[in-house]
């Protein structure tokens, strides 16, 4: 059974930094596209960021310059590192991997970041 575990959100001021964590288990990990997607109130989820298994990343265009993405193959975990936080990435970060057709999401963790 997939699991996909969200660490390390909380409430943070804006132009601070967050990191978030996604502990996976169950998931051939190191072949997957790893992701990390967010969702605010009343919007739709919209990318993050993505990592391939070989490291090549994709980034939202809102978070570009600001948000790196990184995995561990070792730990089957991929990371969020967030600076400079906007009130406008407050949202529920939610982490994804995806191989072929198939896709897995974690619970979400919560980011909200103060004016």
């Known amino acids: 059974q997939v699991q996909m575990l969200e660490s390390g959100g909380g409430l943070v001021q804006a132009g601070g930094s967050l990191r978030l964590s996604c502990a996976t288990s169950?998931?051939?990990?190191?072949?997957?596209?790893m992701g990390w997607y967010r969702q605010a109130p009343g919007e739709q989820r919209e990318l993050v960021a993505t990592?391939?298994?070989?490291?090549?990343?994709n980034y939202g265009d809102s978070v570009k310059g600001r948000f790196t993405v990184s995995r561990d193959n070792a730990k089957d975990m991929v990371s969020l590192q967030m600076n400079s936080l906007k009130p406008d990435d407050t949202a529920v970060y939610y982490c994804?991997?995806?191989?072929?057709?198939?896709?897995?999401w974690g619970q979400g963790t919560q980011v909200t970041v103060s004016s």
């Open positions: 990592i391939t298994p070989s490291g090549k990343t």
């Open positions: 994804h991997a995806l191989y072929g057709k198939r896709e897995y």
């Open positions: 169950g998931l051939m990990f190191s072949i997957n596209v």
